[in-house]
């Protein structure tokens, strides 16, 4: 038995994917099986390197580090062809970094003097990954010029102290835009970490901040508001097998060296990372942050915040398998806004680890399900007898809505606020509102328990803009009453009085001594769930460690409304962090992107009552500037994007791989049609459905959340688009302000779906919430 960890490699062509694949199984059986060939090679100025056979024509290139240990482990550099392995092998080497204990990939100079072999640091090791841009020319800029890093007060010392190679840091310092700094770090730069922490510094990171985000301080040093001057003992030594070991654990070498665990799950790790042509890096590369993110224990509720495509879902997934992992046992949910999304995360699930257990509610496992299928489930399961008054207390429906049947399966009509708001003609028109009555229900009446006139005219209505004086409380009331009265009538409820008596039901479970159905609980999207969802999340889970863990982008809430946890009494103090690096979008489509949240007098807040601040949020990958296409008719959009998609899939992009995002269903039925007319055949991904392989993939801009496209395009973003209220001249002032955050949400989350190319088009005027310029 041997252990292999997977190092920076070249892609391999297909024809020697599977020889070296099998190679890489064999050593793990027996690393000594005559076939295989493991040598070392005469003249290698690191003597732990070595070549194996993989066929007749290639070798692979191996570090084996064993010490003391009983078995080997053997670091895989990549398969070569023969002269060029040998090459490869006679100086490549992995060091320590001693600055800062990262392992490295470096190639050995040989020595001019009997001195030792000094390392330099290997800029082929950049070619390894699929993900990995192509070199990109370095062209003229057109911004302002100035040293990047030297303007935000750092200097060559500060780089080096962190641990940056010499010659890498020198040329950093000289750098003078930040897209030739993008360049550097995706072409030159030694290892993963410089790669990502110098542009981290550019963009503002602090020499600190870099510390803790690559595992350099920890976090404990960190809160203790300890500086953590670097660790040299911590790096230990070069030559001693254990210690080389030890640092490529460390979770910045981890960025590019990955140890492939025994059994099925890493043997199908190992085969996707070197057979599959798509092989998807967030498997296996997770920055040092996602990783703490995802297996660090937290005591108590946890709050993950960052950019759309920082990785919050591949943190989640990561969790998810983690705490499987460490606990056999125990009763996993992972959830997210609706079934949709949630399908999205199963699929991921399962390919990043298929062999964990998918269990039901309350099983041991990992339940993946929509917030409101778990809602339904306890519902169902618990039936409406429980739900209903007992004997001697009053049952969860009760507590919740007031003395009325338990029959509360059934939906409440989406008129039902209309209807109610009719029977009570005194109130004042700003307030005789669906929207209103929503919200008022929703953020306030309901987390209260509120079932009484007097508790209602008591009630804090913190965050809520409109204020009410208690005659007008009166009248709020009697609407609120006549909904409640027709809903038992019809023996329904609506998904959030449904969250709420689940919720209700479960803490009164406890109560009667019996157990909640999870153990953990993970929630993607959490910016978009009601205080009743939450509340319901919340019942879920018994306080406690790795108790409940929320991903949100404040950013991205196209649904809810802001919702403060701590008002819940869902306590995160202190157990809050960010994500930084966008992997999904190019450095201009994220400007872009980031250009429509940016207006005056808008700002967006998140589930602890903060601002949120994009500052810092960044990419590593450059691409061409977002295109925009103001045009003169609807006809010549359908005839541009016509042409776009044609010229995309001649250049040989995948036609579901081209999403075209619409502001409604209606818009996307006409655009298909008019694509099939021009000759394109498309297809309306519209709830449940998936992309069909083949057929160019048209969603509305809501239905795009939680996807991905290396094209999209922004179809029909008009000035007249309706994107939030159909009717805004009648909306209130905040009604309006609160669209406005809404559209916006839209627009960003649609804008953050494109991998590589983004294109904008519209006729007449573009919507005003879309920046004048490029990114
Ligand atoms: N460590 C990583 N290495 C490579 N790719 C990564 C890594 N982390 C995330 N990605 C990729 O970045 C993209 C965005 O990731 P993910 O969907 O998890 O982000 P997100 O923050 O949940 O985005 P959104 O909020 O927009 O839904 C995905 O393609 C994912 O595979």
């Known amino acids: 038995m041997a252990q292999i960890i997977l190092g920076p490699h070249p892609k391999l062509d297909g024809s020697v994917k599977k020889a070296a694949y099998t190679f890489l199984e064999k050593i793990q059986t027996d690393d000594s099986a005559p076939g295989l060939h493991i040598e070392p090679i005469a003249g290698s100025l690191d003597p732990r390197v070595r070549t194996g056979r993989v066929d007749q024509f290639y070798r692979a290139v191996l570090v084996k580090l064993q010490g003391q240990a009983d078995t080997a482990t053997y670091v895989y550099l990549g398969t070569y062809p023969h002269d060029e392995a040998i090459a490869k092998a006679k100086t490549s080497s992995i060091t320590i970094n001693p600055l800062n204990g990262v392992a490295e990939l470096v190639t050995l100079t040989p020595p001019v003097s009997p001195a030792a072999a000094t390392p330099t640091y290997d800029p082929s090791v950049r070619a390894r990954s699929d993900e990995a841009p192509a070199a990109a020319p370095r062209r003229p800029s057109t911004g302002p010029e100035y040293p990047v890093l030297g303007s935000r007060g750092l200097g060559l010392s500060d780089l080096r102290a962190l641990g940056f190679a010499e010659e890498f840091a020198r040329a950093a310092m000289a750098i003078r835009t930040q897209d030739d700094l993008l360049d550097l770090a995706a072409n030159e730069a030694p290892a993963s970490w410089q790669g990502e922490a110098v542009l981290d510094l550019a963009f503002g990171a602090s020499v600190a901040e870099v510390r803790l985000r690559y595992g350099f301080t920890s976090e404990a040093e960190q809160e203790d508001g300890d500086e953590a001057t670097p660790d040299i003992e911590l790096a230990g030594d070069p030559a001693v097998d254990s210690d080389v070991l030890r640092a490529l654990e460390r979770p910045a070498s981890r960025m590019e ?114 917030v409101d299928q778990l809602v339904h489930r306890v519902l169902s399961s618990a039936g409406e007898q429980a739900l209903g008054a007992g004997s001697s207390q009053q049952g969860a429906v009760q507590r919740v809505l007031g003395d009325r049947t338990p029959r509360i399966l059934d939906s409440t009509s989406p008129s039902a606020w209309v209807e109610a708001i009719a029977l009570v003609p005194e109130l004042p028109a700003h307030l005789a509102r669906s929207a209103f009555f929503e919200a008022e229900y929703g953020l306030v009446i309901l987390p209260a328990r509120i079932t009484k006139v007097e508790e209602y005219l008591a009630a804090r209505r913190p965050g809520r803009g409109v204020a009410l004086t208690r005659s007008m409380r009166r009248l709020v009331w009697q609407v609120v009453s006549h909904y409640r009265a027709s809903a038992a009538a019809a023996g329904t409820t609506d998904w959030d009085e449904k969250a709420l008596i689940a919720a209700t039901f479960l803490d009164g479970e406890v109560a009667n001594g019996r157990q909640r159905p999870a153990d953990h609980v993970l929630v993607d999207e959490a910016q978009d769930l009601t205080p009743s969802r939450l509340l319901f999340l919340r019942a879920l889970v018994s306080p406690g460690r790795n108790d409940l863990f929320l991903a949100e982008d404040a950013h991205q809430r196209i649904y809810g409304r802001p919702v403060v946890l701590s008002r819940l009494g869902i306590a995160i103090r202190g157990r809050s962090r960010r994500l930084w690096l966008n992997y999904r979008t190019t450095l201009q489509n994220l400007r872009y992107a980031l250009g429509v949240l940016e207006a005056e007098d808008v700002a967006f807040e998140d589930t602890e009552g903060e601002v949120v601040d994009t500052s810092g949020y960044r990419s590593s990958r450059r691409g061409p500037s977002p295109r925009r296409l103001g045009l003169r008719s609807l006809a010549e959009e359908y005839d541009t994007v016509s042409d776009l998609a044609r010229e995309w899939i001649e250049a040989g992009v995948e036609p579901a791989d081209i999403g075209i995002l619409c502001v409604s269903t209606y818009a996307g039925t006409k655009l298909v049609g008019a694509l099939q007319e021009r000759g394109v055949a498309a297809k309306l991904v519209d709830r449940d459905a998936v992309p069909s392989t083949g057929l160019v993939t048209v969603m509305t801009m809501h239905r795009a959340k939680g996807m991905e496209f290396p094209r999209a395009v922004l179809f029909g973003a008009n000035a007249a688009a309706t994107i939030g209220a159909k009717d805004h001249s009648t909306l209130t002032e905040d009604e309006r302000a609160e669209n406005d955050l809404l559209v916006r949400s839209v627009l960003y989350v649609a804008a953050t779906r494109a991998r590589d190319e983004l294109v904008v088009i519209w006729h007449g005027e573009p919507h005003p919430a879309l920046p004048a310029v490029a990114g």
């Open 257 to 370: 060296f990955q140890l492939i665990d025994p059994g099925a799950a890493g043997n199908e790790e190992l085969r996707a990372a070197i057979e599959d042509g798509d092989f998807a890096a967030w498997r296996t590369f997770l920055h040092p942050q996602q990783r703490a993110y995802a297996e660090r224990s937290r005591n108590g509720a946890f709050r993950l915040t960052g950019g759309a495509g920082t990785g919050k879902t591949v943190v989640l997934l990561h969790r998810a398998r983690h705490l499987a992992n460490q606990d056999p046992r125990a009763r996993l949910v992972l959830t997210t806004f609706n079934r949709t999304l949630a399908n999205g995360l199963r699929t991921q699930l399962e390919s990043l680890d298929a062999t964990l257990t998918p269990a039901a509610l309350g099983e041991a496992g990992v339940c993946v399900a929509g």
